[in-house]
Each structure stands twice: as structure tokens, then as C-alpha cells.
């Protein structure tokens, strides 16, 4: 079966501090990559996406992949508060195909 | 700013009734999607819908699980007849066009077997 992994945490940080959250999958043939934020009770919100190898970013989120080593990240700068929050990984094997999520990462930033 | 609409945002029913879910997805959208999230668990994909017929679905979705999109706005699912593992809550999402772009989910239905 093809697998999304993710650490379930909780990882906790302090306010400020930098959170890095990690993301395998198992299907080589995956070729974007999603991040998502998913308060509690509340439906899944998009971070970014990523298909290229390398990092990108986006304000203080940056995701980073590695295709040979079957690997994803997601880096949040200045951690908030409000960031506290479950991070889903999914990956996607084609445009408009289905998005594999794997179980979330639960960050907690304390003040 | 547009959204996907999902209605009701609760539904309790009894083992062995039918349930329709409702969703509008966002207008100029070309996929459509459910997904369903078991408390505690994992996102897990159903269905996806497009030109006017699916797609792709999951072992999750059976015979029991139907899908229409009866007038051109409305997006429902059927469950012929719920089971309590059936309870969860169910996503509609959607998104346009082709490439890798933003899935748009809906705020949900809980749907509660008794």
C-alpha cells in the first residue's frame, strides 16, 4: 500500500523558534506535494505545494523536497501561536488524481 | 472569496438509512472530490468526479457509495445504507484546471450512525 508517514508529535516550540516538520511516502511515482494546515474540527487549509526538487517558499513557510530520498519538509519561521495546528502531508501522482494524506504532524507553539 | 459549500454540517442517522451530502463546489472548478476523515485518523480519499463521471475511487468506496452532480452546481454523495463505521466526517473538495493546484475543501458534514 502506498504511504504517506509523518511524525504525529506533538512537536512543541517555543513562540519564535523555527518548526520542522518531516514527510516520507513510499510511491516513487508521486510527483507533487502538499502541505496542509488542519485546525481542530475545521477542514484541511493549503500551506503550499511542491514538485521540484529543492525548497521553496512562501512568507515564513518554506517546504522542501527530495525525490531521491522520498522526502518532504515543511520549515515555519517565527513560529505563532496561531500556527498551532495539525500539518497534513499529501502527495499526488498526477493533476488531478487523488492526494494521499499521511496521519499529520500536531505542533504546539507556547508562548 | 469563493468557497465549496457542504450542507448539512451534521447528520446523525440510523444504521441501515440512506444519507445524501451535499456540496456546491467552487464555479469555475472542473474536478470534484470527496474525501472522508475518521475522528483521529488520517484523511482518506473516496471519489473524485470529472467530466461528468469518475474518475478514480478507493477500495473505501463500494457499492453502497454513489456519486451525482444532478444539475450542473450541486455535487452529492449517497450512502445507500449507513454502518456505524460509516461515521466521520466528509470533505468536498474541488479544483481547476490541470497541474499541480489548490484542492479547495468544503467545512464538512459530520455524519453520525447510530
Known amino acids: 500500500q502506498k504511504e504517506v508517514e509523518q511524525n504525529s508529535g506533538p512537536l512543541s516550540v517555543p513562540e519564535g523558534a523555527i518548526a520542522s516538520l518531516n514527510c516520507t511516502y513510499s510511491d516513487r511515482g508521486s510527483q507533487s506535494f502538499f502541505w496542509y494546515r488542519q485546525y481542530s474540527g475545521k477542514s484541511p487549509e493549503l500551506i503550499m505545494f511542491?514538485?521540484?526538487?529543492g525548497d521553496k517558499e512562501d512568507g515564513r513557510f518554506t517546504a522542501q523536497l527530495n525525490k531521491a530520498s522520498q522526502y518532504v519538509s515543511l520549515l515555519i519561521r517565527d513560529s505563532q501561536p496561531s500556527d498551532s495546528a495539525t500539518y497534513l502531508c499529501?502527495?499526488?501522482?498526477?493533476?488531478?488524481?487523488?492526494?494521499?494524506f499521511g496521519g499529520g504532524t500536531r505542533v504546539l507553539v507556547k508562548p | 472569496e469563493p468557497e465549496v459549500t457542504q450542507t448539512p454540517s451534521h447528520q446523525v442517522t440510523q444504521m441501515g438509512q440512506e444519507v445524501i451530502l451535499r456540496c456546491v463546489p467552487i464555479?469555475?472548478?472542473?474536478?470534484f472530490y470527496w474525501y472522508r476523515q475518521i475522528l483521529g485518523q488520517k484523511v482518506e480519499f473516496l471519489v473524485s468526479?470529472?467530466?461528468?463521471?469518475?474518475?478514480?475511487k478507493s477500495e473505501i468506496f463500494d457499492d453502497q457509495f454513489s456519486v451525482e452532480r444532478p444539475d450542473g452546481s450541486n455535487f452529492t454523495l449517497k450512502i445507500r445504507s449507513t454502518k456505524l463505521e460509516d461515521s466521520a466526517m466528509y470533505f468536498c473538495?474541488?479544483?481547476?484546471?490541470?497541474?499541480?493546484?489548490?484542492?479547495?475543501f468544503g467545512s464538512g458534514t459530520q455524519l453520525s450512525v447510530l
Open positions: 499529501a502527495a499526488e501522482k498526477a493533476a488531478g488524481n487523488k492526494l494521499t
Open positions: 464555479s469555475n472548478h472542473l474536478y
Open positions: 468526479f470529472y467530466n461528468n463521471e469518475i474518475s478514480e
Open positions: 473538495a474541488s479544483s481547476e484546471g490541470t497541474g499541480p493546484r489548490e484542492l479547495f
Open positions: 511542491i514538485y521540484s526538487n
